[in-house]
């Protein structure tokens, strides 16, 4: 299955258009995401993979309602929410209705790509970017970006051309690990992990 919202270049999505393509279902977004090209100052890249998460979600940060930790996700559609897993590693949402949210797994790196290997000390294009943590690592996301909107800086997000989408059970979970949400690009090198 394809989908098209915009073309290759397109200009960054900004106030109403923003908010019009984040306001939605969050597995629309997830799937729509998907060849997106996000950038993070200079450096960035094409989304190839991409996680549906809702508020009566099990698995999701905002299942029991708003907190201190996860206040971002009850922000605005195309808000940012970065978190913390296993102590160590940064993990990059973007915030679609209230409560809702898309967790970016993994990209095809397009920018800055030296400095996101000295990020990384990682040479090998296909691992910079290929999971959650690798992803801020490389894109030098932490917790200092939490909260803001996608058309502020640092970060831009502009559509992209059509993509083949493949689907799949969600990773790296344990409740509510059997829902399908999972979104990459079909025949992708630049994902976390290869869909089943």
Known sequence: ???A???????????????????????????DLLGCHLRVGDVGGRITETEAYYPDDEA???????TQRNGAMFGQPGNVYVYRIYGMHWCLNFVC?????????ALEPEAGIAAMTGRRNNHALTQLCSGPGKL???LGIDFTLNDRLLDRPPFSIAPSSPVEI????RIG???NAEAPWR????????LSKPFR
């Open 1 to 3: 299955m394809t989908h």
């Open 5 to 31: 919202i915009g073309a290759i270049g397109a200009a960054p999505l900004v106030g109403p258009d923003l908010t019009q393509f984040f306001e939605r279902d969050a597995i629309a977004v997830a799937r």
């Open 60 to 66: 999701s940060h905002s299942f029991r309602g708003p």
């Open 97 to 105: 209705t209230p409560g809702s949210a898309v967790l970016i797994r």
């Open 136 to 138: 801020c690592q490389a």
């Open 166 to 169: 493949i689907a799949g059970k």
């Open 173 to 175: 979970i344990t409740k």
């Open 183 to 190: 979104f990459g690009i079909s025949g992708s090198r630049y």
